[in-house]
C-alpha cells in the first residue's frame, strides 16, 4: 500500500499535521489542530471538489462547506451517494477532481484495500493527483498517522462537523496563503458618501502614525481619484494588471506608485475611454498578487454590487461600509451590512462610519436611528469641515498631515485602531447586536417623520461655505499633469 501510493507521488507537506498526540486526539473528536482563526480569512483557488457520501448527515455537512465563505472561488462540486466504493467505480474512466470526499464504513484493512483500488483510478492516475479525504468510523491515533503518511489530505471520523471536514480543505491550501496579507475592503453605502476620502486617509495614517506598511488599492477603474487627492502621479495602474496575461507579486510590485516609505499606490486607469474586463477570473489573480506583495492593503472599492466586489468582501479580513446621514444611505447601509453579515457569520459583521455629519442646512438622520435600524454601533462619526477638507484636496494631502488635532483625523484614527485589532487578533468578539427593529419599512417612517418634523433653518453662508466656492487651481494643475494620453 505505501509503496503504491509512494511510486505515484502522492505526497504532500504534512509537517503542520501532528506536532503531538493531543493534537492528534483533537482531530479525531472534530476539532481542528490550530485555531479556526488561523483558516477564516483562507480563500481556497479556483479548484473541483466531489463528494461521495453514506449517511444524510455527511451529506449535510458537505453541502454546508460548498457554501462556505472560503470557496467563493470554487469552480464546480458534485456530491453523490455510495462513499467510496461507488467512488471507486466512477473514477476508473472519468475526469478526477481536486479534491475528493470518501465516506466508508469499513475497519482498518478494509479501508485501507479501497484506498489501493482508489489508487487505480483517475484520482491518481491522471496528470494532477486529487487531494483525498477519508471519512471513517475508526477512531485510532495509529491509523490516522498511517494514513497521512500514505498521502491521505486528512482523516475525520464520521459523521464530520461541516467546521472540521470545512477546516480540512482550507488546511491543504493553508501553506499558499500562510505568508500573504490582510485586507481592508472600504465600500460605500451610496454614491458621494466620501469613500474614497477616508480609504485615503485611514491608509495614510495607518501608514504614517502606526507604522504599517500599507498599500493603498483604488479599484474604481473608471472614476478613482486616489492618485489625484495624494499628489501622485502613476506611470502604471491596475489597468495594465488587468491587460496583462498573468500576473503575480513581483509583476504588481513595479506598478506601485511610493506614496511614503511605508505607504504605495496601486492607482486606477481614471478614464472612461476603455472598458475592461472584471471577471472574477481577471481580478482574483490580482488580488491574490495584492495579498502577496503587501503586509496590508486598503481596497477602495467603486459603489457596485457585483461577483468580484461580493467575492472580495466576503474574504477581506476587515470590511468598512461609508453612509452619510441621510435615509437612503441609512436604507442602503443596513440592507449591505446584513448581506454582508451572512456572508461573514464566522467572523465579526463589517463595521460602519456615518461621514459628513453637520453640513449647514441639511436635515440629518442621527446616529441613533442608525442604530436602531443596523443593531451596531458606528465605528466614527466623521464631521463635515469644509474648509480642512477642501484644503487637504487642494493640496493634495491627507487630513491629518493639514490638521492632525482635527475632529476628523481623530476620528480616522479611530477607525485604524480597529483595522489594527483585527489584523493582530487572535480570537475576535463580536460586535453585532441584533437589533429590536424588525420592521425595516415601519422604522424608516419613523425616522422620515422625525425629518418632516424639523424645521427649516435658513442660514447665512459660514466662512466653510464660502471657502468651497474658491478655485482650487493646485487641484486643477495636478489634475492636468497627471492625465496620460489615451489608449489606441
Not at 451517494?81 to 474512466?93: L, M, N, T
Not at 476603455?274 to 503587501?294: F, G, H, M, Q, V
Amino acid at each position: 500500500m505505501a509503496h503504491t501510493w509512494a511510486v505515484l507521488g502522492i505526497f504532500r507537506d504534512f509537517a503542520w499535521r501532528l506536532n503531538d498526540l493531543s493534537d492528534a486526539l483533537l482531530v479525531l473528536d472534530q476539532q481542528p489542530v490550530r485555531p479556526m482563526s488561523d483558516t477564516r480569512f483562507i480563500t481556497v483557488p479556483r479548484i473541483t471538489i466531489d463528494g461521495w457520501y453514506l449517511t444524510p448527515e455527511t451529506k449535510k455537512a458537505v453541502e454546508e462547506v460548498m457554501r462556505a465563505r472560503q470557496m467563493v472561488r470554487l469552480k464546480s462540486h458534485s456530491i453523490e451517494p455510495g462513499g467510496i466504493v461507488e467512488a471507486i467505480k466512477h473514477y476508473v474512466d472519468a475526469g478526477a477532481p481536486d479534491v475528493l470526499i470518501v465516506e466508508t464504513r469499513g475497519g482498518q484493512d478494509e479501508i485501507l484495500e479501497q484506498l489501493v483500488n482508489l489508487s487505480k483510478t483517475t484520482v491518481v492516475t491522471s496528470k494532477v493527483v486529487s487531494k483525498v479525504i477519508v471519512i471513517g468510523s475508526v477512531n485510532d491515533i495509529n491509523f490516522y498517522r498511517r494514513l497521512l503518511t500514505e498521502g491521505i489530505a486528512a482523516y475525520l471520523v464520521g459523521p464530520p462537523t461541516a467546521e472540521a471536514l470545512l477546516d480540512s480543505i482550507v488546511r491543504i491550501y493553508d501553506n499558499e496563503n500562510r505568508k500573504r496579507g490582510n485586507i481592508i475592503a472600504v465600500i460605500g453605502a451610496s454614491g458621494g458618501a466620501g469613500t474614497s476620502c477616508l480609504a485615503q486617509n485611514v491608509a495614510w495614517q495607518l501608514a504614517e502614525k502606526h507604522g504599517q506598511k500599507t498599500l493603498l488599492v483604488d479599484a474604481d477603474l473608471a472614476f478613482g481619484s486616489c492618485g489625484l487627492n495624494l499628489d501622485t502621479t502613476a506611470e502604471q495602474d491596475i489597468g495594465d494588471a488587468l491587460d496583462a496575461d498573468r500576473v503575480d507579486a513581483q509583476f504588481l510590485s513595479k506598478i506601485f506608485a511610493p506614496i511614503t516609505d511605508n505607504l504605495d499606490l496601486l492607482a486606477s486607469p481614471s478614464t472612461v475611454g476603455r472598458l475592461y474586463a472584471t471577471t472574477p477570473e481577471k481580478i482574483e489573480p490580482i488580488i491574490d498578487a495584492i495579498r502577496e506583495a503587501s503586509t496590508l492593503a486598503v481596497i477602495d472599492l467603486p459603489h457596485q454590487w457585483n461577483v468580484w466586489t461580493n467575492n472580495i468582501l466576503k474574504t477581506a479580513k476587515e470590511v468598512i461600509v461609508v453612509t452619510t446621514p441621510d435615509l437612503a444611505s441609512l436604507q442602503n447601509a443596513r440592507n449591505i451590512i446584513k448581506q454582508i453579515a451572512l456572508y461573514r457569520s464566522d467572523v465579526t459583521p463589517p463595521i460602519y462610519v456615518i461621514n459628513g455629519v453637520g453640513m449647514s442646512r441639511r436635515q440629518e438622520v442621527k446616529p441613533e436611528a442608525f442604530v436602531e435600524a443596523i443593531g451596531l454601533e458606528p465605528a466614527a462619526i466623521v464631521p463635515h469641515e469644509s474648509r480642512l477638507f477642501s484644503q487637504a484636496m487642494n493640496d493634495g494631502k491627507p487630513v491629518a498631515f493639514i490638521e492632525d488635532s482635527s475632529a476628523p483625523a481623530k476620528q480616522f484614527d479611530e477607525i485604524c485602531k480597529i483595522v489594527l485589532a483585527s489584523i493582530g487578533a487572535g480570537t475576535e468578539t463580536s460586535r453585532f447586536q441584533p437589533s429590536n427593529a424588525t420592521h425595516e419599512f415601519t422604522l424608516l417612517a419613523k425616522v422620515r417623520g422625525s425629518l418632516q418634523q424639523s424645521k427649516n433653518r435658513t442660514t447665512t453662508l459660514d466662512q466653510s461655505d464660502t471657502d468651497r466656492q474658491e478655485p482650487r487651481l493646485g487641484l486643477l494643475s495636478r489634475l492636468l499633469r497627471r492625465r496620460k494620453p489615451a489608449l489606441q
